[in-house]
């Protein structure tokens, strides 16, 4: 293997150890508070408590525009 296949292999291996764990809440942007994006995340939430938390995040986020 190269240096360059060894470099892109250890950035690739560190970016994907940092999107593991999947313990904290998903990020709020336009996509993650849109119609599909909401639809897709709410269900991963373990409660209730968060789940609110995110969706009141969100409307705040659309009341800022």
């Known amino acids: 293997m190269s240096f360059k296949h060894i470099v892109f292999i250890i ?6 150890v940092g999107c593991g764990g999947g313990d904290g809440a ?11 994006g909401m639809q897709a995340i709410l269900p991963t ?7 609110q938390a995110f969706i009141d995040k969100c409307q705040a986020l659309a009341e800022k525009k």
Do not use: M, Y
């Open 11 to 16: 950035a690739l291996s560190t970016a994907l």
């Open 26 to 36: 998903p990020e709020i942007n336009a996509t993650n508070c849109s119609g599909g």
């Open 45 to 51: 939430f373990d409660n209730e408590t968060a789940r």
